[in-house]
Every structure is written in C-alpha cells, then in structure tokens.
C-alpha cells in the first residue's frame, strides 16, 4: 500500500499573511468588475507608472468601467498600454476615450510640472488622479544597504507622489470627482528585515495621503491609499 505523501511543514506564518489572512484576490470579482459594477463614463483620469504591471492594468479597468479621457504617465514607452485601454473600452461594448500618453518621471519636479502643464492646456480638467509609480529597492540590512538605492525608493513612493499630487491638485480641485488613489503597500504595516526603504517609505506615503485629505477636507470629495500586497 502505497504511502501518503509527505506534507512540507507548514512553519511558522509569514508575516504579511497574518496581516492579511485568508482573503487574498488575485483578480477581480463581480462586485468590482470595472465591466458591470462601475460606471466611469466623463470622467477624466491620470495614472502614473502605467507601462505595465498595476498600473497599465488600472488603465485597462479605467477603459473597461468607461472612462472617456484617460492619461497614462511613465517614464518609459507607454504605446502598448494606449493600445490595450483602447481594446479593452470595445471589448466592454464602452465608448473610445481620448487617450492621453504622458512622458513624466515622478523623481524630477520640471518633468512632473510640464507633464501637468501638458494635460492642463489638453484637457483642461482631472477628476482622478493615481499616483501608482512606485519602486522597490534591493532588501539589504541597513549597513549594507546602498544609499543611492534606499533613497530612490523614498523619492519615488513618497517624493514623487508629493511631487505630482502637487502638480496635479489645483486641476483636480476646479471640479469633478476631486479624487486621489495613492498606491501604498501592505508592507507599511509590518516589519520586514532589509525593507526598510520599501516598507518606511509606503507608511509615510499613508499618512501624507491622511494629510492632504485633512488639508483640504472641504474641497477634495476623496483622498485614500489603496494598500496591495
């Protein structure tokens, strides 16, 4: 009788999942499906980091729920994420939206200031702005982290959400849906030996989110942080 095969000790749980649980999706489901369960259409939208990965996908569910102007910001080619938002709007049966491709490095303010310059005179307003850009440096202990690498994961998770929040907003408060999505992570919320940069820099990310909304609490309908894993 053949025997049972062996089971890999379970161990002890990582840490993540006891913040998490069991309830982790790796896809939509129909009570957020962009397709059936949203309806963005006139809206105005502009998502950074958008080349691929979170961001090109939040720009494909963006298209799906209708969305009419959608910008894409990166510092690398975006053409692909332009072709796939505009499949994905006629694969939903949604109107083409305009769609408006971005060159903007969230590290470099003059980059960031003439990408809103640009969408200014284009479009003229914003109702959504996701501040998805975000980059993870290598896990090193402290002494042996590099600090060209820690500091880049702070001037683009932190720095560069200030730098386009700041841009963006007097666009944002002229009118409309006057939200904000600042993609954080939940690696804010636990300790991780050698993530100091990524996990410190997502926390502060969350409270700046906290702080712009009480900033301007009586004129931004929406300031929150979406934390992933």
Not at 148 to 157: F, I, L, R, T
Not at 182 to 209: D, E, P, Q, W
Request: with cysteine.
């Amino acid at each position: 009788m053949a025997s049972e095969p062996q089971q890999p000790s379970a161990g002890p749980p990582r840490k993540v999942d006891v913040f998490t649980g069991d309830v982790i999706h790796h896809d939509t489901y129909p009570e957020i499906n962009p397709k059936t369960a949203s309806n963005c259409t006139g809206k105005a939208v502009l998502i950074t980091g958008a080349s691929k990965g979170l961001g090109k996908a939040l720009a494909i569910g963006y298209a799906e729920a209708g969305a009419s102007l959608i910008a894409v910001a990166a510092r690398s080619n975006v053409s692909s994420t332009v072709t796939s938002i505009i499949e994905a709007a006629k694969a939903a049966g949604r109107e083409e939206p305009t769609v408006l491709a971005l060159e903007m490095d969230v590290s470099s303010t003059p980059s960031v200031k003439a990408a809103a310059e640009r969408l200014t005179a284009e479009w003229g307003r914003l109702d959504i702005l996701v501040n998805n850009a975000g980059y993870m440096a290598p896990f090193n202990l402290l002494l042996d982290a590099d600090d060209d690498e820690y500091m880049k994961a702070w001037d683009v998770n932190y720095w560069g959400t200030y730098r386009v929040t700041k841009a963006f907003l007097p666009l944002l408060l002229k009118g409309g849906d006057k939200t904000i999505v600042n993609m954080s992570s939940v690696a804010a919320h636990f300790m991780g030996a050698g993530g100091g940069a990524y996990h410190i820099s997502k926390f502060a990310l969350i409270r700046f989110t906290e702080f712009v909304q009480d900033e301007y609490s009586d004129q931004v309908k929406s300031s929150r942080f979406a934390s992933l894993r």
